[in-house]
């Protein structure tokens, strides 16, 4: 069964710094993996979607990158603004359609 | 483009009954999805599709029932309602060839009493 974890699950930062969050997962026979934003009582928006075969994705202020053999992928948010406060969640697309989700980073960024 | 649609928003259901969680996407989307979110359990997979007329078990299928009669729609069924089914409902889809990864709906919040 694919497992996916989150590091840390909550953090603060002030306005300004970069925000580093971490996923990883236990199967690395992903087809994809894929980030996504919560806002509170909100749906899922996604923020970048990153092959198997691809090593990193960029939009904007957003980075994230992925090392599949080691179960990883990391999102990278520079010079963060309270409107990133959210919740991020990471998941993998595995198996015969299957998404598999960790419980999320939730950040507070503060001004 | 209206993307996932989910309706109701919110719903109030007794212990016992029967209701149908609606999902329509407008996308021409082949794989589509039920998932539900509960505190700190993060989100599971309910049942899915891969196309009209096949449908599979997920993660937590228990007490649930899933048709695909068109590509548009793939209803959820609550058969008898539990408290423990209490948890807001999010279907998502996606094209077969993966460009964009999966499309989320804004979600049904069930609350069963």
């Known amino acids: 069964k694919q497992e996916v974890t989150q590091i840390p699950a909550a953090l603060s930062v002030p306005e300004g710094e970069n925000l580093v969050l971490n996923c990883s997962f236990t199967?690395?026979?992903?087809?994809?993996l894929q980030w996504f934003r919560q806002d509170p009582g909100k749906g899922l928006t996604s923020l970048l979607l990153?092959?198997?075969?691809?090593r990193e994705q960029t939009s904007g202020r957003l980075n994230a990158s992925l090392d599949k053999s080691s179960g990883r992928s990391t999102l990278y948010i520079a010079a963060s603004q309270p409107g990133d406060s959210a919740t991020y969640l990471c998941?993998?697309?595995?198996?015969?359609?299957?998404?598999?989700f960790g419980k999320g980073n939730q950040v507070v960024v503060i001004p | 483009n209206a993307g996932v649609t989910q309706t109701p928003k919110f719903q109030v259901l007794k212990t016992g009954q029967s209701m149908t969680l609606q999902c329509a996407q407008d996308?021409?989307?082949?794989?589509m999805s039920w998932y539900r979110q509960d505190p700190g359990m993060g989100l599971r997979l309910i049942h899915y599709?891969?196309?009209?007329?096949?449908?599979d078990q997920g993660e937590v299928p228990n007490g649930y029932n899933v048709s695909r009669s068109t590509t548009e729609d793939f209803p959820l069924r609550l058969l008898s309602a539990a408290p423990s089914q209490t948890s807001v409902y999010f279907c998502?889809?996606?094209?077969?060839?993966?460009?964009?990864?999966?499309?989320f709906g804004s979600g049904t919040r069930l609350t069963v009493v």
């Open positions: 998502a889809s996606r094209n077969y060839l993966d460009r964009d990864g999966y499309t």
């Open positions: 199967d690395s026979a992903i087809y994809n």
């Open positions: 990153i092959q198997s075969s691809q």
């Open positions: 998941a993998v697309l595995y198996g015969n359609n299957r998404l598999a």
């Open positions: 996308m021409n989307h082949e794989y």
């Open positions: 599709s891969v196309g009209a007329g096949i449908t």
